[in-house]
């Protein structure tokens, strides 16, 4: 079975460009997570869909952030324009249920983004 | 709301020592907990999780954790480190739901 896929692995771009990261998640798999994780902390949640819907975006910076689930498969995350603090992995992940109790999430490899 | 808090940032051990790599916890509700390890460039892999069931908790790679609910701990062990296990570790808290709370890791080296 094809695990979680994210493209690209690694991005350095300038303060104020634009950046996108695909997130191509198990077949299947209903709901998908993006999370951020800056160097010496854990991952934090950004925003959870459930097939093409939105669950959770609370910690989401809106003003700069945005995330779409194309068709309830794969997922985009954008940053415009991007800040020196947007520097971190950008990981994704995708669990089978749809339930609300708790259903075992996959991660992917990862994004590194580097903004100078 | 669910939290929880690593011990050490860093933990070095020799290969063939104890590996101990600690987590409280602060929820609210009653928890799922749970810990994954990170190596290098690579993405967040679920060694075990508690979900209510069992208190003593067997997982991957030798692996296992014991949840004490009078301590609000779920500390990691595994008798033997071997050079293979250092990594990262991230403990983990959901109330049930499917929001993982993560705490900050904790780098594991392991020496010969």
């Known amino acids: 079975e094809a695990g979680v896929a994210q493209s690209p692995r690694y991005k350095i771009i300038e303060k104020r460009q634009s950046v996108a990261f695909w997130c191509n998640p198990i077949s299947g798999h209903a709901t998908l997570y993006w999370y951020q994780q800056i160097l010496g902390q854990g991952p934090k949640l950004l925003i959870q869909?459930?097939?093409?819907?939105?669950?959770?975006d609370s910690q989401l910076p809106k003003d700069r952030f945005s995330a779409e689930r194309l068709k309830g498969v794969d997922s985009t995350l954008k940053i415009q324009p991007a800040k020196l603090e947007d520097s971190a992995v950008y990981l994704c992940a995708s669990s089978p249920g749809t339930s609300h109790l708790y259903n075992e999430q996959f991660f992917g490899p990862g994004t590194r983004l580097t903004v100078l | 709301a669910q939290s929880v808090t690593q011990l050490g940032s860093h933990v070095s051990v020799s290969e063939g020592a104890l590996v101990l790599l600690r987590c409280n916890y602060s929820s609210s509700v009653p928890p799922y907990l749970f810990w994954y390890v990170q190596y290098p460039n690579q993405g967040l892999q679920l060694l075990l999780k508690?979900?209510?069931?069992?208190?003593l908790v067997k997982g991957i790679n030798g692996f296992e954790a014991e949840f004490k609910k009078s301590e609000t701990s779920f500390h990691l062990t595994k008798p033997s480190a071997h050079m293979s296990d250092a990594a990262e570790y991230f403990c983990a808290v959901t109330g049930g739901g499917n929001k993982l709370t993560f705490g900050t890791g904790t780098q594991l080296k392991v020496e010969l």
């Open positions: 508690y979900t209510s069931a069992a208190t």
């Open positions: 869909f459930q097939n093409n819907g939105v669950v959770d």
